[in-house]
Structures are given as C-alpha cells and as structure tokens.
T-cell receptor
Framework: GAVVSQHPSWVICKSGTSVKIECRSLDFQATTMFWYRQFPKQSLMLMATSNEGSKATYEQGVEKDKFLINHASLTLSTLTVTSAHPEDSSFYIC?????????????FGPGTRLTVL | QKEVEQNSGPLSVPEGAIASLNCTYSDRVSQSFFWYRQYSGKSPELIMSIYSNGDKEDGRFTAQLNKASQYVSLLIRDSQPSDSATYLCAVNLQYNFNKFYFGSGTKLNVKP
C-alpha cells in the first residue's frame, strides 16, 4: 500500500515553455501533498505544501507564479513550471500523506527529472 | 541551528558489519521520526518510523529513539553492498501538522 506515482518520469523542454508534472496517490487519499526539488548531490528542498481544495503554501524563496500547484482532488496534485529556464533543470519529487497508516508518514513518488534546454 | 542534523559522511563499513547512522533534532515537541533511504538518482523510500522511546526492529534495521537526548539512530545489521545509499532522517513536529524536517542525509558505503 501507499503508492505514489509521478508522470512523466523525465521531460526535456525548450527554454520559455511550461511543463506540467502530475503526482497521484494510487491506493490512498492524499489529504496533503508536498513538492520537493533536488539538485545533484544536494539535499531535498521543500518547495510547497498543498492540501486538497486549498491554495498551496510555498516555502520562502519559491516563486508561486513560476511554480503553479493545483491539488484539485484527494488523489491528484500537479506542479506546473511556467516559462522554464535552464536553471529550473532539477529532480522534482512529490510526496503525500493521508489515509494510509497513521496519516503522518510521507510517501514519495519516483520523481521527475526536468531538463530545460 | 538546523532542525535536524546528520553527519554527511561518507560512512564506510565492510560487508557484514553493523552500520550506525545518527540524527539529532532541535525541537522537543517533535512526535514522529522517520528514516528514509535514497539511492543515487532515485527518490526517497521509507525504511521505518518510530514514535516511542526505545528500539524498534524491522528485519535488519533497528531504529532507536531517545526523546530526552533528542536523538534518533538507525542500525543496519549484516550490511550489504546494496545498502549503499544516502539515509535521510526526518522529524514531524506534530502528528497532525504535517511539517516535516529532513536532515541533509548520511551517505553510507558498504564495501564488499
């Protein structure tokens, strides 16, 4: 149980375009979803936290207009990187907590590797 | 001071030995503690959680929690080369708050 999927697993796009990443909880309801970014050999960096049906809470320094997060249902959250630039190239990982287990455990998706040319 | 601190390593142990990974946290009201394993280029995967003082065992893994000392550790018995990864300690401030603090991770190398 507690499976989280992400799509796509990798994406290459041109500078200036937008990219949408989907995060789904497959066998539980995700009341809260988290989006992280990780650069090579660096730690996880939390970008934002989203609760179903509410606006996302962004961490300091993360541009909410550039990284659009939608958590429209209890099984789906999306992250849209708008007007992507090469410095946005990174490994984006979502995680979810919810109705699985005690409800306080984060289960991670497999991640999406974004390369912006 | 960071909320969660880990030695970045690398920690090198021979195959078959016990690997001991340590983590300290700053907030005394923390309730939930987690260990994740992250292979290079992959996302973190949950190893185990611990909520009460003492030891919790799951196969070759034992988590140890000491809330008075604000210390949580992970022991890996009979270490295998496949255990080579970065181990992340995570602390949840309160059960319902969903605010996770991650350590920067300890890189473990298990040498054949």
């Amino acid at each position: 149980g507690a499976v989280v999927s992400q799509h796509p697993s990798w994406v290459i796009c041109k500078s200036g375009t937008s990219v949408k990443i989907e995060c789904r909880s497959l066998d539980f309801q995700a009341t809260t979803m988290f989006w992280y970014r990780q650069f090579p050999k660096q730690s996880l960096m939390l970008m934002a936290t989203s609760n179903e049906g509410s606006k996302a809470t962004y961490e300091q320094g993360v541009e909410k207009d550039k990284f659009l997060i939608n958590h429209a249902s209890l099984t789906l959250s999306t992250l849209t990187v708008t007007s992507a630039h090469p410095e946005d190239s990174s490994f984006y990982i979502c995680s979810a907590t919810g109705t699985s287990g005690r409800g306080d455990t984060q289960y991670f998706g497999p991640g999406t590797r974004l390369t912006v040319l | 001071q960071k909320e969660v601190e880990q030695n970045s390593g690398p920690l090198s142990v021979p195959e078959g030995a016990i690997a001991s990974l340590n983590c300290t946290y700053s907030d005394r009201v923390s309730q939930s503690f987690f260990w994740y394993r992250q292979y290079s280029g992959k996302s973190p995967e949950l190893i185990m959680s611990i909520y009460s003082n003492g030891d919790k065992e799951d196969g070759r893994f034992t988590a140890q929690l000491n809330k008075a000392s604000q210390y949580v550790s992970l022991l890996i018995r009979d270490s295998q080369p496949s255990d080579s990864a970065t181990y992340l300690c995570a602390v949840n401030l309160q059960y319902n708050f969903n605010k996770f603090y991650f350590g920067s991770g300890t890189k473990l190398n298990v040498k054949p």
